[in-house]
């Protein structure tokens, strides 16, 4: 794609649907801070933005399922019905029928009121197309709402990006209404909105490109972890946008600059980053990430307070 046909997909004043991927925080001790993730549920859901639990900055690939349920449990109380929320499927690692764990797992995610979305697992990595959107077929039948997930590699072993037939197959079936992509790589994701406008208009592309988060300004939405960091500055950055205001530019760039340093090399130690912003920022009781989670240096609060004072947060 061109540089001017780039330019010339961008859609002013479009209307952005955000989630964030909630932080799951913990206390001193190890033990999940409960108060502190109620409280970002009610911060993100009164923002604007929909709350996606259980999804990798909550440590999905950590959590027993009796935790994870616990996580279900804890943001249908807080929302109460006033909007929807999206919880991850996690399979990954777990004995039986492939079918029958998402659809398990689904199940009771859709009996908590959220939507179900499907973190992938190596035992498709090697499948074709095909047999890939057969399972996802199977999966959501009977589904009125499910939303798929490609993850990169730099986030999880158990990710994967699919290729244009898979996406291209995935987006014909009727329950799955949307895809989160993080691959981080531009080119692909506008690939998927060019096919997604072709396929199936209605179908939703989530930027999961945290080191690119204008890809909102080509047609995507987005589920980003960043968007935990500060929900409500995504929801004031997004509003500029619908409003054609200039003060969005400076906001993103503010946004991109926390994003470039969080989503740093070792990705996954981001969620670390997002833990010591939040505690930075008075909103957890402590800056430690889940005990398995990799996490950054000590300089890390230092660099932290500077994207959060170029934010206008007041330390
Ligand atoms: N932040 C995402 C991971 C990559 O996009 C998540 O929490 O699932």
Same mark, same amino acid.
């Given at each position: 794609?061109?540089?001017?046909?780039?330019?010339?997909?961008?859609?002013?004043?479009?209307?952005?649907? &955000?989630?964030?991927?909630?932080?799951?925080?913990?206390?001193?001790?190890?033990?999940?801070?409960?108060? $502190?993730?109620?409280?970002?549920?009610?911060?993100?859901?009164?923002?604007?933005?929909?709350?996606?639990?259980?999804?990798?900055?909550?440590?999905?690939?950590?959590?027993?399922?009796?935790?994870?349920?616990?996580?279900? &449990?804890?943001?249908?109380? @807080?929302?109460?019905?006033?909007? =929807?929320?999206?919880? +991850?499927?996690? @399979?990954?690692?777990?004995? &039986?029928?492939?079918? =029958?764990?998402?659809?398990?797992?689904?199940?009771? %995610?859709?009996?908590?009121?959220?939507?179900?979305?499907?973190?992938?697992?190596?035992?498709?990595?090697? *499948?074709?197309? $095909?047999?890939?959107?057969?399972?996802?077929?199977?999966?959501?039948?009977?589904?009125?709402? @499910?939303?798929?997930?490609?993850?990169?590699?730099?986030?999880?072993?158990?990710?994967?990006?699919?290729?244009?037939?898979?996406?291209?197959?995935?987006?014909?079936?009727?329950?799955?209404?949307? %895809?989160?992509?993080?691959?981080?790589?531009?080119?692909?994701?506008?690939?998927?909105?060019?096919?997604?406008?072709?396929?199936?208009?209605?179908?939703?592309?989530?930027?999961?490109?945290?080191?690119?988060?204008?890809?909102?300004?080509?047609?995507?939405?987005?589920?980003? &972890?960043?968007?935990?960091?500060?929900?409500?500055?995504?929801?004031?950055?997004?509003?500029? *946008?619908?409003? +054609?205001?200039?003060?969005?530019?400076?906001?993103? =760039?503010?946004?991109?600059?926390?994003?470039? @340093?969080?989503?740093?090399?070792?990705?996954?130690?981001?969620?670390?980053?997002?833990?010591?912003?939040?505690?930075?920022?008075?909103?957890?009781?402590?800056?430690?990430?889940?005990?398995?989670?990799?996490?950054?240096?000590? *300089?890390?609060?230092?660099?932290?307070? =500077?994207?959060?004072?170029?934010?206008?947060?007041?330390?």
């Amino acid at each position: 794609m061109s540089l001017e046909t780039r330019h010339a997909a961008k859609r002013l004043r479009r209307k952005i649907t &955000g989630y964030a991927a909630c932080l799951l925080p913990f206390e001193a001790d190890g033990s999940i801070a409960r108060g $502190a993730f109620e409280a970002a549920v009610a911060r993100t859901t009164d923002a604007g933005l929909g709350c996606a639990v259980n999804m990798d900055t909550g440590y999905a690939n950590y959590l027993t399922s009796a935790e994870r349920t616990e996580i279900l &449990g804890l943001t249908k109380g @807080v929302i109460q019905g006033r909007r =929807d929320f999206v919880a +991850g499927v996690f @399979v990954e690692g777990l004995e &039986g029928e492939l079918v =029958d764990l998402y659809r398990r797992q689904m199940d009771e %995610i859709v009996s908590y009121g959220g939507t179900p979305i499907l973190f992938q697992t190596t035992r498709f990595h090697s *499948w074709s197309p $095909a047999q890939i959107v057969d399972l996802y077929a199977k999966i959501c039948e009977g589904h009125e709402s @499910v939303f798929g997930f490609e993850l990169g590699q730099m986030f999880a072993p158990n990710g994967l990006i699919y290729d244009e037939e898979t996406i291209s197959g995935l987006m014909t079936i009727p329950a799955l209404k949307g %895809i989160k992509h993080s691959s981080l790589d531009r080119g692909k994701e506008l690939r998927r909105l060019e096919i997604r406008d072709k396929v199936r208009p209605e179908f939703m592309i989530f930027t999961g490109n945290d080191l690119g988060i204008d890809m909102t300004e080509y047609g995507s939405d987005y589920l980003l &972890g960043l968007a935990a960091f500060c929900p409500e500055k995504f929801a004031l950055r997004d509003q500029y *946008w619908l409003e +054609g205001d200039e003060r969005y530019a400076e906001l993103n =760039d503010a946004l991109q600059y926390l994003g470039n @340093v969080g989503f740093r090399a070792p990705v996954p130690a981001y969620k670390h980053s997002c833990a010591v912003f939040q505690h930075l920022i008075g909103r957890i009781p402590s800056s430690e990430p889940h005990k398995l989670c990799p996490r950054r240096p000590d *300089w890390e609060a230092g660099i932290m307070q =500077d994207c959060a004072k170029r934010l206008g947060y007041e330390l």
